[in-house]
């Protein structure tokens, strides 16, 4: 006897996450803050022998149990633990089954997934056979047919005679081996014990390019980087990409998603030429280069000094091979090869570059450049060691004491996890206690990747009980990539933290240069897109602005001294009453002369604080602290200038809560 399986998946939006470690589920600290059962699914059994025997198993993530209403004449609902499951006899028709999971504090989400019994054999089978767009080699078959609950297809590769299952309505999938034409047999399934089927005779392609660009690489500063080819960074001389000593059936450049790549289609070797100005890398520390390719298993890349004395036919040229395996068929690998690994070579006076393949085959070249870790510090704001570089410290797992996983490449050092299966998101997680300043609002930015297409969770919040954190779902991919959020805090301690939950989903998580800043509460505070917001008072009058050299910044000639309010710059914006406030400004005149800044109210009874602040005809930047003394949410920020004589100057404004 055949048993057919079919699993029908309900994904619920969740809106709010509350994050807790694996030490807090033990201690159920969590409790108050755990959020419902997510992703409910259901594998429903059905045996083919006309008695309408369906096996319900349950499923989702964070339930502890289920209350199955199975959806015919019976009204009692089953109670069924998380991992097993129920029998129930239906009789042939349409179905709606009702499932509640509970999770462990008793919240609940509700699914109604469809159940078709029917006795009849499957008939208008219809199925849809076709090349994945982007995966080589691999086949997607989506099937309809009446009466049919599931189907099972036979991809007929030799060797493997295991069908893949999947819903009516759904997608199988299957990678070949080696492309070509295979006989790919359908069967369609219902309750009944007769199945129909479909064959057909399907040509299996191989995908022979990328069909995306090459991951892009990261900002550098121009002094760290000497780049031979790559849309990122400005590109040194290079003479040639192909010498006619070269042997290769075609070199050519290639635009891929507006990126330009290189392609040596069956390349045995190519020689690379810097001649005419020779590359001196030996300030460098690493050479990275993307490739892409389908049969191409060993690839490698020499660097040929001339030792400042010519070519000499190769007399005293000083050079080595260095290989790496490309393991990844199909897609971008990117390798950072320290120089160190060409033994011998100086580096001084690169003229050469010869690569080569093995197999012979074509690969794609993109991103080849010589970097060195710059050597400015990393400013992570008010995370501690974001770029990891100084080790794990102070970096924990959950709210413990145990230090989270690295991983080195190329000199960089990063957060490295694999997440092996999904779960609660908090059961993988990686924090660093901070203060935190409830109600301020905070950038989160980060670099992350993966060797997958996931979502993260990162967020900020409280490191104990109740826990209360807001966070804001990343959807992260392979290419690492740099992501910035804004997170407004719904709680505040000296001892919160700032935190990433990884674990809803399965995949490596990289993360990397972590900064957590306060947001500027001032609204173009450069004046680059001219005098908007801020006004002259608090009316709707525009400031006055100069532009020199490229800058554009607030500028006003006070001809008499008189009030200090008689000449004003306001911009509205919210002052928490009791809250203390950083205000930091560029600021410079035609004499030495006060000016008077300050946060209060816009309107009656005008209350504010201020401070006095003399500038001269050098432009500085000047801080001061402020403790509002009034709040609004149309309080404003602003300068009092009119009590001195002089111009007056300012830019690059700027308004935090004070941490």
């Known amino acids: 006897m055949k048993t057919y399986k079919y699993i029908l998946s309900v994904v619920l939006f969740i809106t709010a996450v509350i994050s807790c470690t694996q030490d807090e589920f033990g201690s159920l600290d969590f409790v108050d803050t755990a959020v419902a059962p997510k992703n409910v699914t259901a594998l429903f059994s059905v045996t083919q022998d006309n008695t309408g025997t369906v096996t319900i198993a349950p499923n989702s993530e964070g339930a502890v149990s289920y209350d199955v209403y199975p959806g015919d004449a019976t009204t009692e609902f089953v109670k069924v633990a998380q991992g097993k499951s129920l029998k129930h006899v239906y009789a042939e028709g349409n179905y709606n089954v009702k499932i509640v999971a509970t999770g462990i504090t008793g919240l609940k989400t509700e699914s109604t997934l469809p159940l078709v019994v029917s006795f009849k054999a499957p008939e208008n089978l219809v199925a849809e056979i076709l090349n994945d767009p982007t995966v080589s080699k691999k086949v997607n078959v989506t099937v309809t047919a009446d009466y049919a609950t599931s189907f099972e297809v036979y991809f007929g590769e030799e060797g493997n005679d295991e069908p893949v299952p999947a819903n009516i309505g759904e997608t199988a999938s299957y990678v070949y081996q080696e492309a070509g034409t295979y006989s790919i047999r359908v069967v369609a399934k219902s309750a009944a014990i007769e199945t129909t089927e479909y064959t057909e005779e399907f040509e299996v392609t191989e995908i022979l390019q990328p069909l995306v660009k090459a991951p892009t690489p990261p900002a550098r500063n121009a002094a760290d980087v000497i780049s031979m080819f790559s849309d990122k960074y400005t590109q040194t001389t290079v003479d040639m990409f192909v010498t006619d000593w070269s042997v290769v059936a075609l070199q050519e450049e290639i635009t891929i998603q507006d990126n330009k790549t ?56 000083i050079e080595f091979e260095v290989e790496r395996a490309i393991t990844e068929e ?35 070249l993109d991103n080849m450049y010589f970097y060195k870790m710059s050597d400015e510090q990393f400013d992570g704001g008010f995370v501690i060691n974001g770029d990891f570089e100084s080790g794990a410290e102070p970096w924990t797992i959950g709210v413990g004491t145990d230090p989270v996983p690295l991983a080195t490449t190329g000199g960089n050092t990063y957060y490295s996890v694999n997440v092996a299966n999904a779960g609660n998101p908090w059961e993988v997680n990686m924090s660093q206690k901070l203060e935190i300043i409830n109600g301020a609002t905070y950038t989160l930015s980060f670099d992350a990747w993966s060797d997958t297409d996931r979502p993260i969770l990162p967020g900020i919040g409280l490191s104990a009980d109740p826990w209360t954190n807001v966070t804001q779902e990343v959807n992260i991919t392979t290419t690492k990539q740099t992501y910035t959020i804004t997170l407004t805090a719904n709680a505040g301690a000296s001892d919160a933290r700032v935190f990433f939950d990884l674990g809803a989903a399965a995949g490596a998580v990289n993360i990397d240069n972590v900064s957590l800043f306060l947001e500027n509460l001032v609204t173009n505070g450069d004046f680059e897109n001219g005098a908007e917001p801020w006004t002259i008072g608090v009316g709707t009058d525009p400031v006055p602005l100069a532009t020199t050299g490229g800058n554009t910044y607030y500028s006003v000639n006070v001809a008499n001294a008189g009030n200090p309010w008689e000449v004003n710059m306001s911009q509205k914006l919210e002052i928490i009453n009791g809250t203390t406030y950083t205000l930091s400004f560029d600021a410079w005149s035609d004499t030495d002369r006060p000016i008077l800044p300050g946060i209060g109210l816009s309107a009656d009874p005008w209350t504010n604080v201020t401070q006095e602040v003399s500038i001269t005809t050098t432009k500085q930047t000047y801080e001061i602290t402020l403790t509002a003394n009034a709040g ?21 404004v700027s308004l935090f809560i004070k941490n």
């Open 262 to 317: 290189l392609v040596y289609r069956e390349l045995s070797y190519a020689g690379i030429i810097t001649e005419v100005e020779p590359m001196n890398a030996s300030g460098m520390e690493f050479f990275h280069f993307d490739v892409w390719s389908t049969n191409v298993e060993t690839f490698k890349v020499k660097f040929v000094d001339f030792n400042g004395t010519g070519w000499n036919n190769g007399s005293d040229n």
């Open 330 to 364: 199909g897609k971008w690998m990117s390798f950072d090869i320290p120089l160190s690994d060409f033994e011998g070579v100086p580096f001084s006076d690169i003229n050469q570059m010869v690569i080569s393949a093995l197999p012979v085959g074509t690969v794609f």
């Open 632 to 652: 609004a949410s149309d309080a404003r920020v602003f300068f009092d200038l009119g009590a001195a004589a002089g111009a007056v100057n300012i830019d690059n």
